[in-house]
């Protein structure tokens, strides 16, 4: 067993280990299908090499198609507040990689990051694992060096064939499924719930937040299979929601007597309402493994999760006057649930500055936009990003007004100095156009 070795003297910087990892290993985010590297060899490998460090720390491990993001933040903040130190794994990064990896809230530290290449380049480079794969390695190996209490696990991709899948959860967790990377999880909704009912293990209790009658049999077989007690959190909790404060506020009404009003959620979008459920569920079945959640810490986990754990980018308001909002949906279900939010607001004109990857289905987000906008088509600094001049070009065909400014940030400025007061400026499209903005 090789033992994570983690001196005190550095020689390279925080800049060239990342260039290290950006440079030396395919990473998905920035070059797309090339750098996905399907099943759990090279993951098992590399923890073997440690010594396991996954199996040092209880897990829970969230996936779906959408709202594992949000998922996995409230329920790490509504676990903090309750007293357990929690380590959080999350991709991708939307402004600095240390994002990824967090205890409690607070980034993994840039020397931790520089030291984990330093010790171990040579393992990295033999193996050649993928960029995610060295991210999820290097997750365990800080949440083990930290003994934490309990890990929040989300998928990175599909689940069946995810790094991440190497571990063995104390609960399960998937929000839902909607069409997105078709051209690795597959082109229809059964497809992509078989690479997402992946992650239920055996024996394991799974949360499913929302039951969709297209795929549900897929899970409930799964499940069964797998002897692995399964729940559909929408049939058992109701939610009624008020957006007409500064957060939403839910009324939570469970089959058996549970209740929890007045319930502020700091997170905004109406597809809260679902994760919500998810995250309900998850925290009543853990409750029955032993763990302890005060109602009073629900309550703060839920509302004050962007300070609790730092998250970012969902529904998140940058500025007033004009208001300003950033939301990385980028796939169909994504982008309806931005469009359905906007329907809660009052504004006088809406733009949004806009741009998405070209391994998307560009041509069905573009068929969901409102004509009544003004866009700014833009591109993020990656290679995936579809150039702006062809997504203007197609969203001229669809009777889209708007013009071509590449660059984000000149596109954001510009929106803004265009703007009224009382107009609502959109950023989206892609996570990374959001990350370029923030």
């Keep these: 067993m090789q033992v ?27 070059v797309g299908q090339e750098a996905f590297r399907p099943g759990l060899g090279n ?78 380049k040579d393992i990295i480079l033999e193996i050649k694992p993928s960029f995610f794969e060295v991210t999820v390695l290097m997750a365990f190996l800080y949440f083990q060096s930290n003994k934490i209490d309990v ?51 055996e024996n ?4 499913i937040s929302e039951r969709q009658d297209n795929v549900k049999e897929i899970f409930i077989s799964t499940a069964a299979i797998k002897r692995a007690p399964i729940c559909f959190a929408s049939d058992n ?59 009073a810490a629900i309550r703060d986990g839920i509302e004050n999760v962007c300070a609790i754990t730092g998250f970012m980018g969902r529904w998140q308001i940058l500025q007033h006057s004009p208001t300003v909002i950033a939301d990385t949906g980028h796939n169909e279900a994504g982008i309806k649930s931005i469009i359905d939010q906007v329907t809660h607001l009052k504004f006088r004109k809406l733009r949004w ?6 391994d998307k289905d ?12 003004y866009y700014y088509f833009c591109q993020a600094n990656i290679p995936r990003a579809l150039p702006s001049e062809n997504l203007y070009s197609l969203a001229k065909d669809r009777g889209l007004a708007g013009e071509v400014i590449s660059d984000v940030k000149i596109a954001l400025n510009k929106a803004l100095s265009d703007s009224h007061p009382e107009d609502l400026i959109l950023v989206g499209g892609s996570t990374f156009v959001v990350a370029e903005a923030l």
């Excluded at 070795?5 to 550095?10: C, I, L």
């Excluded at 506020?249 to 997170?267: M, P, Q, R, S, W």
């Design 43 to 120: 993951i098992e490998k590399l923890c073997k090499h440690f010594g396991e460090p996954q199996e040092s720390f209880p897990t829970i491990h969230i996936g779906g198609t959408n709202g594992k993001g949000s998922t996995s933040h409230l329920l790490a903040a509504v676990l903090q507040r309750s007293g357990y130190k929690t380590g959080l794994y999350t991709s991708p990064h939307l402004k600095n990689f240390t994002e990824r990896i967090k205890i409690d809230g607070r980034e993994i530290s840039e020397d931790y990051v520089i030291k984990f290449i330093e010790d171990n």
């Design 362 to 373: 560009v041509s069905s987000i573009l068929d969901l936009l409102p004509k009544e906008a």
């Design 151 to 201: 890990a929040v696990i989300e998928v990175g991709l599909g689940g069946r064939l995810d790094s991440t899948n190497i571990i063995n959860p104390v609960l399960s967790l998937i929000t839902n499924i909607s069409l997105d990377h078709q051209n690795i999880l597959g082109n229809s909704y059964g497809e992509i719930a078989y690479e997402k009912a992946g992650i239920i293990k």
């Design 204 to 207: 394991t209790p799974v949360v």
């Design 4 to 30: 994570f070795s983690f001196s005190t003297v550095t020689f390279m910087t925080y800049t060239e280990a990342l260039k290290f990892l950006y440079d030396s290993l395919p990473m998905f985010h920035r």
């Design 353 to 358: 500055v806009f741009g998405v990857v070209k």
């Design 237 to 295: 909790f109701r939610v009624e929601v008020d957006y007409g404060q500064d957060k939403p506020c839910f009324n939570i009404e469970g089959n058996d007597g549970f209740k929890l009003n007045d319930l502020k959620v700091g997170l905004g979008g109406s597809y809260q309402e679902k994760n919500i459920l998810g995250v309900i569920q998850s925290v009543e079945i853990l409750k029955e493994k032993g763990y302890f959640f005060p109602e």
